[in-house]
């Protein structure tokens, strides 16, 4: 398994064939590429957004006719719609988990994780290819369509990240999901900013924003040209706006006890959420999936009978509720008409005039619940009991998926729970304060944010993400005490969610600061203890006989002076070596170096050389050599990168720590202390006018 | 004037006096630090907010006062109303411009540039000083209260940051002053890390959010408290919140044209205002203002009458406009009702319904006049020629007044600039497709953004700034489509006006990438030839010798092993020196070194020596030696940080360069190329768990 972890390399490496390379280009080509590199933004702009409408649109119309046809069936019996209901769920979900298994295995799961190990330094076989998109994309009709107790928005981001590295940006891609996701252009941004990337050029920052805005247009583009009813149920729900700005949007001091309470809550919940879903995810990956496929596919068929089972059946044990009086103000009806989105679901009442509360949560795509849950001028919508029922139930539910072989999201799910025990606190405030004008969905949103920061301890990006989908910023000061607290509490406990999933995908994430432990070890403490490197000219069995004995990636080159001092002239990369032993092109007969860099003629094409290829796909094991070939020589110096960073041995392990997650960078090297020092650099001598 | 910039110095020194810190400390400090910083950070955020809210008040009570006495006095004479107006504005600019000439001449201008530098790494004397935080305070208010044209968010910004250093986190207060300015707590985290902060820890984004969302509380607060009107005539105006969330909030593609023409003219007239002002600001430094202070004074006060003739006595000039009918829908009446804010002005009317559109625009606060011209259902309300003469005059007083001797800011004199323009096309594009619902206002909103992003150049810190302070988010993708083609434009022909006026002013600003030269040059080509450097044990008279012929700031220090090599043992700073020079504590008479670390007894107080100190304030020339001082020695083992950065000779400037800016390092050694390496350092050495 470690195996197929292996880091992401960004050195430059300034090697004969990278001068070649910038001889050739000059001025101009920067040009070149900063027209490229926006173009290509535009287009993951373009792609992400196209793929989000056609998820959303697909899921809309599955979900819509199937809960159109099941409302149609109750009407003559509970027994057949039942059993339809039952059927079309198990299909859909049977559907994705036949995807996931047989076609694209690193389409499971939200691939939040795994994006962020990627932009952390870390590849994940698999994670980002072509193949991964389409199970994703199709993955994920199935498994949100299929009412499981999931959400699209992870898979979304990881879609946008796909996409986006077919044209090697990945970081774009990933606020592009976000923005896609949740139709908030700045929210991607500053996810891509907080939770994902590790190292951020302030450059790139326009233009991800750039990305993420062409998404929104795209997006909107869609839902406009949708609007007139030919996407059939698309349209009318579907990406999650829920537009509360006609909510409260001012609070009293009195409201603040209760609002901390969610935060706690938040961050219990979330915290315990993580644990549970770890727990079960360890056991998961250890034992059950071990057996095979055919264990997964029966397991996600078993969570799509058991959630449909609870979808259906517990609102039938609900005793209805007799409607509210109608109120022109806000314009909600009760029952809603049939067919329609809506609070006050009438489902199993015997009058007409009554709704089941269970069944506008429970019988309902997740969105709509939501929009529901949020909704204003709707107090006593919902009874307490009603909502605890629901929050037990679909807390189980969503720990219970979490993890089996579908594509799934976590954030959904999240604002579900969040936003059902938000309003129940709402429910008990309202009682409590009575003059006060309060909203039991301002509530529900704050519960939403709570359970998110307590769950994935997101803080900016989630403050934005909610405000913009919500579309009130007035709530901004509410949303952040709840998120301090949230964050804090669940903080005490374990860490976020991702974190915890890559640290069980043994994904080898690097925090963003030093731990403590590192202030007291030296560089030559924490590395290993024998060096195996190789001299400028080497023999190609030596190469050989090395590259099998080991697996390190990264070999310093030595040579000798002419007075026999040795000197270290660089870095040679494996995949590199590979490069140079299959191709024989550039094998000497002579064990002396070549002459010098420019005059020699090197044989191999060499924009192999310029970028750091990454081994992928090459083992040592595959490469086969005559024995002709293997008393041969290789001159390394043309390709191997003469200056990575170095470290003085006795540097403290916190320094060398910065400036490796700082740089994005793959190896250091420790180094004794210098003789003497040729030169100083300040900041004076790097005030070069263009 | 050179010898006032410093770089500033981030490296944590591991030296003797480090460790015994570290051991005195313990995990707990951990802890009481972090609270510590939060504490901190609440602080700087309260603060922020009542400066904030003590500059508004004042300045919209003087400016309320101002108006309505005015107002007053021209219904029976307009000559005296007029040396009235004249008189009270030149009062209020005279006392700013002698705050600013006699107590704090550091807190003249808009402060940006100077904190821009701060965070870059250089350090501008007196830039964060208490008493620049008073002048700038003060100083604002008159220069604002005296109708020039300019704006209080520079100054406010400035005046987070002076905060903030009190308590050493200045990129919170830089944050907290954007909040505070605009309410805007997004925008302002945004701005702190697009636009000012050159290296970011993302976990200080959460604590700035913090602090940016605090100051939006104290604000509402102090807001909600005035709101009953005992704050006098503030409540009604101050803080920039131009709620144009009943505006147009679509759009159509035909629209998108006269966006983009809009986008051009931002770019066009930004990178004139900023090559304007630089300009006259330069021939300011050079000539005018090395006259000394009574020429500031006289300045300021000239571009104040000017001012004042001009607000007034244009709209006399310009003929009155009969009022449009009533509209109950919008409510807005006409001509407003005396001593109100609002549209409409009745200035130099013969008859009751009418008003003057110039005067609407000029003989306003400036607040006022935007939110007029933001102003939805007022189409019509202003012509093309008083927009057009507005935008002349304007343009020329903002110009002007850029470079006086007060606190100015830039944001609201550009925010009109661009809004009279935009609602100039505005103009056109109603006449030209007049079946579409369309606003005049939008218009000049993307004009505001689109001369922002023309002479600022942020992109999208700006994006969300304008989101934020319009309450509007469905206007992002167009606002975002204004300032990608008015940055564009703007690019083409010079700096930002940060930038631009930073280079006046010799802050030696690091842009965020290398420029293209450096990939050519290697390290040794850049740093200075002969390197100065002291043995470990020092002269006295030695030390001040050296130190008095030159100005370097670092020193290597080189030492002899027993075989009688040199060995480079770390780096020793200028104050240092300097603290070790003065205090006499540690000299010793044996020029041998003493014998270890650990053993020896260090009469200094360690905690100077901890943090790299700033020999501000203290020179080589202020210490005086006795004879007998001078042929003493010092050991300078214990003081000096033994692990500063090192690159290999032959590395390139690119790469060099991004090691000195992306871990905020002031000096670097440049090494010749290692004999052997000891080790290597892989990500899989720095999974340490704690
Ligand atoms: N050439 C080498 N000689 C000796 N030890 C090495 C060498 N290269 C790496 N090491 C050590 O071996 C261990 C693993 O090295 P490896 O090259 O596999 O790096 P890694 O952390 O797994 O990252 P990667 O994803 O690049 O493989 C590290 O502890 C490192 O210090
Ligand atoms: N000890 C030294 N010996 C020789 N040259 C040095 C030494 N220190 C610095 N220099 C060179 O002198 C120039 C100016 O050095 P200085 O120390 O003043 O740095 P600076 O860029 O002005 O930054 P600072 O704000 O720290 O002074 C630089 O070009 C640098 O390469
Ligand atoms: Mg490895
Ligand atoms: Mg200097």
Redesign the pocket.
């Known amino acids: 398994d470690e195996s197929s972890?292996?880091?992401?390399?960004y050195e430059v490496i300034e090697n004969f064939a990278y001068w070649e390379e910038q001889a050739q280009r000059g001025k101009l080509y920067v040009w070149y590429y900063v027209v490229v590199k926006w173009f290509f933004a535009l287009l993951i702009g373009i792609g992400t957004g196209l793929a989000a409408v056609f998820i959303n649109l697909s899921v809309e119309n599955f979900a819509g006719w199937k809960f159109e046809l099941t409302f149609w069936l109750i009407q003559k019996s509970y027994v057949v719609g039942f059993l339809v209901y039952l059927l079309i769920n198990l299909v859909l979900v049977y559907s994705s988990v036949c995807i996931i298994t047989q076609f694209a295995p690193a389409a499971a799961g939200s691939g939040i994780p795994e994006i962020k190990g990627y932009l952390n330094g870390?590849?994940i076989h698999g994670i980002l290819l072509f193949r991964t998109l389409i199970g994703k994309v199709f993955g994920s009709i199935g498994s949100v369509g299929g009412g499981l107790a999931l959400g699209k928005e992870g898979p979304l981001v990881h879609t946008g990240a796909c996409i986006a590295s077919l044209l090697g940006q990945v970081t774009c891609g990933c606020a592009a999901g976000v923005a896609a996701a949740f139709r908030a252009p700045v929210g991607g941004v500053l996810f891509a900013l907080e939770e994902v990337t590790s190292w951020w050029r302030s450059q790139l920052m326009w233009r991800v924003f750039f990305t993420s805005a062409v998404v929104a247009v795209v997006v909107r583009t869609a839902m406009g040209w949708c609007g007139s009813g030919i996407c059939g149920h698309f349209g009318s729900g579907g990406f999650i706006i829920w537009d509360i700005s006609g909510a409260q949007d001012d609070y009293s001091f009195e409201e603040l006890l209760p609002m901390a309470v969610i935060g706690v809550i938040g961050g219990l919940l979330g915290a315990l959420f993580n644990q549970l879903t770890f727990h079960i995810a360890y056991w998961r990956r250890n034992f059950l999936h071990k057996r095979g496929n055919r264990v997964k596919i029966y397991e996600a068929c078993l969570v799509s009978l058991i959630t449909s089972l609870i979808s259906f059946g517990l609102p039938l044990l609900r005793k209805c509720t007799p409607c509210p009086e109608y109120d022109p103000k806000s314009g909600i009806e009760c029952p809603r008409a049939p067919g329609m989105y809506g609070n006050y679901v009438n489902f199993y009442c015997s009058k007409d005039k009554e709704y089941n509360d269970l069944a506008t949560l429970f019988f309902n795509t997740q969105d709509d619940a939501i929009r529901n849950l949020f909704s204003a001028k709707t107090s006593h919508e919902f009874s307490a009991q009603s909502l605890l029922t629901f929050l037990v139930m679909f807390y189980t539910l969503a720990v219970v998926t979490f993890g089996t072989a579908v594509p799934a999201g976590q954030f959904v799910p999240g604002i579900m729970i969040g936003s059902t025990y938000g309003r129940l606190v709402g429910i008990f405030v309202v009682n409590f304060y009575k003059k006060l004008n309060i909203e039991e969905g301002t509530y529900a949103l704050l519960g939403a944010a709570s359970f998110l920061g307590g769950s994935m301890r997101m803080t900016m990006s989630l403050c934005v993400i909610m405000v913009e989908i919500t579309n009130n910023l007035k709530l901004l000061p509410l949303i952040m005490l709840v998120l301090l607290i949230s964050k804090a509490v669940g903080d005490a406990f374990n860490e976020g969610l991702y974190e915890e999933q890559a640290r069980l995908k043994n994904i080898?994430l690097l925090g963003s600061r030093p731990v403590y432990e590192m202030r007291r070890m030296t560089a030559k403490e924490?590395?290993?203890?024998?060096?195996?490197?190789f001299p400028r000219v080497v023999k190609v069995a030596d190469v050989v006989s090395i590259l099998q004995s080991?697996?390190?990636?990264?070999?310093?080159v030595i040579d000798h002076t002419r007075s026999g001092e040795t000197l270290v002239i660089g870095l040679m990369l494996?995949s590199h070596l590979l490069v140079l032993l299959q191709s024989k092109a550039d094998f000497q007969h002579s064990p002396l170096p070549s002459d010098s860099r420019g005059s020699r003629f090197i044989r191999h094409s060499l924009n192999e050389f310029v970028k750091p290829a990454s081994s992928k796909g090459m083992s040592i094991d595959d490469i086969h050599l005559s024995s002709d070939d293997l008393e041969m020589y290789i001159d390394l110096a043309p390709f191997l990168n003469p200056s990575p960073y170095i470290v003085p041995e006795d540097m403290s392990l916190t320094k060398v720590y910065n400036l490796f997650r700082q740089l994005g960078l793959?190896?250091i090297f420790v180094v004794p202390r210098p003789s003497h020092v040729i030169g100083l650099i300040t900041r004076k001598d790097l005030l070069i006018e263009e």
């Open positions: 972890v292996e880091s992401l390399d870390v590849d080898p924490a590395c290993g203890r024998r060096v195996i490197s080991n697996k390190h990636n990264g070999f310093p494996r793959r190896h």
